[in-house]
């Protein structure tokens, strides 16, 4: 089956909400929720995921291991995994189709890398033209075999279960990139590492470790090395994913933009790999508390209060990027509503998500009325004292440029259309109803017509 949206567009609008309040808890982490599907799989015995992330680009991963030979099944409100141990997945016996997830196809890469097997790899448009070659060439020097050494989806490719373990210096800051080589190290017979400059989210080295694997990370002249022990045996284990902070982030943005707001989003994972948009938010003067803070299968949650606050541009540095890669789409809402001007460095990756944000996301500030500027690797936002809004935004089929701006209309002098909302089924499904409990409301400006 396709994971491709039907052909029929689903506009959707967002006005000018009243003050948002409650209390809310939003979906599991889709970094974590990957990753315990894929670790569960290479696992022996049973494993159950409670708060897994039920979005499409997580449950292409769920199709995915099963396909292999995994089970994975729900029960009771948790997923079941049984494993079949690292080197035990099985041949598919049809193509395995990604959707539109990027981290999906690239960890499952270095899975079926050590793996004496063939797969054939799709995916939608948007992912069909992303990247692959950052995975790809250290996967090869390693022993994975690609058909037509093409670097883009599809993708057919025969892994080895006589993978040599490498040493691999990211050429750019992806936990994507380290995550699949560090997977594909648990089948050699030796130690595999790798060394980042910048820090990127670190859930597979700290979901390894819980599931049994020896991973360690060592800090030395600012870049961390990270060696994993090969010919490794994961045993099943159960996992608790907490809220997810890149989803967190729209309902955060939209407390800070909308007047009178109030709102706790519970149980949000609060890794200092991923909150680099809530330090900044704090920079701009936003009132954004972590409460109740305590860990959950180990990793750091807490629970978010935001408060509508008076925010002021800042200058956001490169090196911060990594820890909110996801969440520059919605800062530059945010940076709309501040005032002065808001530059964000350090954004060469963000031309290669699931759109081109850099560009999509100037692109949608500008037809709502607010100066922005798209530079190779900057976006600069001039805040105004009020965003008119009106604009119709493209969303090219991406999820976060979709909220980004639904969240924008809620507190901009006229309406905010995005061309298509249905994208956002693939990382947040409950996003409008969430938004909705918290006094949000849009609108379908078709069916409306
Ligand atoms: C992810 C890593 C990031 C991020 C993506 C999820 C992960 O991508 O943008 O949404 O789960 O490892 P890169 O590794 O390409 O930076």
Known sequence: MRSQPPSIAQPMAASRAGPLTGRVRVPGDKSISHRALIFAALASGVSRISGLLEAADVMNTAKAVAALGASVEKVAGEWCVTGCGVGGLQEAK???????SGTGTRLMLGVIAGHDITARMMGDASLSVRPMDR???????????????R???????????????????????????????LIAGLHTAGETTVIEKEATRDHTERMLRFFGADVRSVVQDGRTQITVTGDAELAGHNVTVPGDPSSAAFLTAAALVVPGSDVTIEGVLVNPTRTGFYVTLQEMGGDVAFLNAHELGGEPVADIRVRFSKLTGISVPA????SMIDEYPILAVVAAFADGVTRMHGLAELKLKESNRLAATAAGLIANGIAAEAEPEALIVHGAATVPGGGVVSSYLDHRIAMAFLTMGLAGERPVTVDDARMIATSFPEFLGLMESLGASFTDPVGQA
């Open 94 to 100: 049809a193509p395995l189709d990604f959707g539109n």
């Open 135 to 149: 995975v790809l060439t250290p996967l090869k020097q390693m022993g994975l075999y690609v058909e037509g050494d």
């Open 151 to 181: 670097d883009t989806l599809p993708l057919t490719v025969r892994g080895s279960s006589a993978l040599v373990p490498i040493a691999y210096a990211l050429p750019v800051p992806s936990a994507q990139v380290k995550s699949a080589i």
């Open 319 to 322: 090196e911060r990027a990594p």
